[in-house]
């Protein structure tokens, strides 16, 4: 069975850093690309980053741009996000997805996603 | 990179079609045959059900379908059903290595 599933995700002081982490199972997680999405309470679905197979092409959405870094261990099965300079914004449940492709540009489209780890950031 | 639009509801009758319209610019959705459709029940995983404008990933229902037309592309969703009521998304390649997300819309089965 194709699986994923976030971890990570609580409660974090703004400005403070976080690692979500997105283990995988029941494919081989090296043929394919991988996206971090988002939803925000009472908001639509919000892209955040994707990469490669290969790690070798990487994208992020302007909003988490130079804050977050998408991150992947072939090795592990494993996809990453790390969270820093995090703002009350940010706060949403993040869904891991898996591309039809091996390069998230290509525009195969998210085939498979985790259930998602809650982050909130608050003081 | 703002949100495609939707409209942020639709609604028909069991058995009825309806159409979903996603608007963005020709920075994105007219720009590129990159359009995805997914649909969602909040706080359960999203399901793609279009992908490169018209495609369908195997296995999927062939009672969606989706078109595109300069701007604006469209989902479609033929013999409504009951389980067919949930939130859809559009999402769109929009150059520099990122994507965007339709501002959703609620399909309503009367």
């Known amino acids: 069975e194709v699986q994923l599933v976030e971890s990570g995700g609580g409660l974090v002081q703004p400005g403070r850093s976080l690692r979500l982490s997105c283990a995988v199972s029941?494919?081989?997680?090296?043929?394919?690309?991988m996206h971090w999405v988002r939803q925000a309470p009472g908001k639509g679905l919000e892209w955040v980053s994707g990469?490669?197979?290969?790690?070798?092409?990487?994208g992020y959405a302007d909003s988490v741009k130079g804050r977050f870094t998408i991150s992947r261990d072939n090795a592990k099965n494993s996809l990453y996000l790390q969270m820093n300079s995090l703002r009350a914004e940010d706060t949403a449940l993040y869904y891991c997805?898996?591309?039809?492709?091996?390069?998230?540009?290509?525009?195969?489209?998210?085939?498979?996603w985790g259930q998602g780890t809650t982050v909130t950031v608050s003081s | 990179q703002s949100a495609l639009t939707q409209p942020a509801s639709v609604s028909g009758s069991p058995g009825q079609s309806v159409t979903i319209s996603c608007t963005g610019t020709s920075s994105d959705v007219g720009n590129y045959d990159l359009v995805s459709w997914y649909q969602y029940h909040p706080g359960k995983a999203p399901k793609l059900k279009i992908y490169a404008d018209t495609k369908r990933p195997s296995g999927a229902s062939n009672r969606f379908s989706g078109s595109k037309s300069g701007n604006t592309a469209s989902l479609t969703i033929s013999g409504l059903q009951a389980e067919d009521e949930a939130d859809y998304y559009c999402c769109s390649y929009a150059g520099s290595s990122t994507y965007v997300f339709g501002t959703g819309t609620k399909v309503t089965v009367l």
């Open positions: 997805a898996k591309d039809q492709s091996l390069r998230f540009l290509e525009g195969f489209g998210m085939d498979v």
């Open positions: 990469i490669n197979w290969n790690s070798g092409s990487i």
């Open positions: 029941g494919f081989t997680f090296d043929d394919y690309a």
